[in-house]
């Protein structure tokens, strides 16, 4: 009973310093460490809470919805005041959201969106992933010119929001254009190493002189996959043209070496616009609009690689 | 003897009790109803398939199939429920009936073709899996109404803890466990097949039905953690609960079960959930250090509990020993 009153008369003494300084405890729900890309938002994430003065509690969830779920529900045990959520799967949010809207929790949703009520999120921050499949297939229409090309897809993650999305996008870009057809398409489920098999797989059943166009849903299964077509004895970026998303440091490295051929741009800033959208709904009431996009900004052997792999090379990527 | 037999049981609840005592000293918050309900609900689906694995693992076997058999039957209610129109409730005596046969099978293959229960459920593990990839690849919403019924049922305590149905689910679970393993004839048996095959076969052990029984009950309790895990994301995901059949082991041996099965408690597996729960509560408390500490943390405390165990043998055997050096000729 003593502790128990000693306990609550500290919280009480602590919770007006707290509001007098007005920093903001935010939870951050991050799906895993799967792709240098999710690093680097991690890190700019970290970054933008830190510039603001937030403090950002952290929980990587190695992949696992559960372990998502569990995170939010103790964010909302600690009374934070915001969680930002980019969910490993669309469906299954309903009930915790809830949870969270019951506790007057805003909650913002970072580079994926969810099947769920949109009045249980305050924002989604997401690139268009159907327009980046777009952008990659117009991308290849355009280098091709008419010539016949049979390309293979290394998939996302089986069920993820970018893997469907990027695929259909990608279809999309390329449709009406019956000089591309898609031969081959399986799931390396966004790593580098099981980009690397999926593609081994594909030059056996194929023929490396059969391939003539890898796409692939992110930039590390397409290192990955460069590194089969090496061991093929093929060239890749000659032989087989790569087109990839995300624009990681490594893939302008290959880019810059001539082994790469594009990248569409998925900004690891989502926290920015998140937080600015948060701030000004805090302090003066303002809501955002569902959906905020970032942009999609396509790079070929044009560009300046080597620069923006210096560039972007210090995130974390 | 009682004591030795007891003590892995009472070093787990002190450990619950001590780091819970030491997470609430941190983090005040965490003494409050909304954690002890989250302890409940987050893990209702990893306590449930813990029971079952309890019996397994009391009875000297190895489930690796129960991960796989959750995200079937996650991913076949789904798929059942949104292209038929058939109820819930009999959906889940369908899916109850097939995990049933499914472990039942597989107790049938280890006892008659005497093979070790590892490769056996290993060959269940992907059998599953690959059935569950076969249904459907995407992640599946259920949205029947039924399932908002169940899923709105709760006791909002005082504090904004929601006690759900599911966390009940578990609780009952283990009451029913603890009944079985210490109150019948079936629970004697799981023990006794545990103490040895051989000898269990000469105090009277009818050894294929209770090797079947056992398969059959984790089964059957992995069908129902997977009804639960499919009420606790609304979906069926066919990549779900990879690895849980390993937390479920973790969660056994740091409730104090012995790993060569003979000795242990339903109730010890109870607090190794809640202690596996509690690290990765603090650990998102804290905020700053990496999920992968739960791995580690979990990773050491099972060292601790494997030694503790060692030791306990040891001492049991080392005490014995003059008996049987006397009864040698």
New interface residues.
Partial sequence: MKLKSL?IA??MMLAPASVMAADLTI?FSQIGSESGWRAAETTVTKQEAEKRGI????????Q????Q???I???????VDAILLAPV????W??VLE?AK??EIPVLLLDRTV?ASEDLYLTAVTSDLVHEGEVAGKWLVEEMAGKPCNVVELQG???SSPA?DRKKGFEQGIAGHDNLKIIRSQTGDFTRSQGKVVMESFLKAEGGANICALYAHNDDMAVGAIQAIKEAGLKPGQDIKIVSIDSVPDIHLAMAAGEANATIELTPNMAGPALDALEAYLSSGTTPPKWIQTESRLYTLKDDNQAVYEAKKGLGY | MIRSTHLPLVVTILTFLAAFVLCSGQYPAMMSTRVVANLLTDNAFLGIVAVGMTFVILSGGIDLSVGSVIAFTGVFLAVILRDTSIHPLAAFALVLAMTIAFGAAMGAIIHYLDMPAFIVTLAGMFLARGLAYVLSTDSVPITHEFYDVLQSLYWKAPGGGRFRLTGMVMLATFIIGMVVAHRTRFGQNVYALGGGAQTARLMGVPLASTTIGIYALSGGLAGLAGIVFSLYTSAGYSLATVGVELDAIAAVVIGGTLLSGGSGFVAGTFFGILIMGLIQTYIVFDGTLSSWWTKIVIGGLLFAFILLQKGLTWATTARRKPLIDFAAP
């Fill in positions: 306990l500290s919280a939870g403090d950002l509690k952290f929980a990587d969830a190695q696992k919805q559960e372990n779920i569990k995170a529900r103790s964010f909302i045990a600690q009374d799967v669309a469906t299954g309903d009930e949870e019951d506790a099947d993650t089986t069920g469907i």
